[in-house]
């Protein structure tokens, strides 16, 4: 669910899935541009720090959307410092209410609605609705 809202927040229509979770070294999501140059790298989760290090070399834009209740902030403070060292990079957290509440919206077959406004999301489904607010840790300026 959390890559599902990673791709609503920068729909694109050449955003595309990765590989799956257990391809390393590969992004959750990718964007390419017209010559397979990569825009952006998304990174669902708590990634080690070398490989969001990695993905910046090999990004214009790396975004990471860390979630994983109390153990984000550990992550965070672990990190931090190397993160605030690339200028490409934007990492947002989801706290682990807002992660629950996802879950809730799980199902078979799912038909979703999804609004960004400011630093809101809001998902919708037939039965209900829930509010998101990832915290932006770091908004790198994305490269040229």
Not at 5 to 11: I, P, T, V
Not at 63 to 87: C, E, H, I, K, P
Request: net charge neutral; proline share 3%; glycine share 6%.
């Amino acid at each position: 669910m959390v890559r599902l809202l990673a791709f609503a927040l920068h729909s694109d229509e050449a955003l595309e899935f990765g590989r799956g979770l257990s391809a390393e070294g590969e992004p959750d999501l990718i964007r390419r541009d017209p010559t397979g140059a990569v825009d952006l790298w998304i990174e669902v989760g708590l990634p080690d720090e070398r490989d969001v290090r990695k993905a910046c070399g090999r990004a214009r834009e790396v975004t990471v959307l860390a979630y994983g209740a109390r153990r984000v902030d550990n992550w965070w403070s672990d990190n931090a410092a190397a993160f605030m060292r690339q200028s490409n990079l934007r990492v947002l957290t989801l706290t682990g209410e807002e992660t629950a509440a996802l879950q809730t919206l799980a199902a078979r077959s799912m038909s979703l609605t999804c609004t960004v406004q400011e630093r809101h999301v809001w998902l919708a489904s037939a039965t209900s609705t829930i509010e998101l607010a990832p915290v932006c840790r770091i908004a790198g300026a994305r490269r040229r």
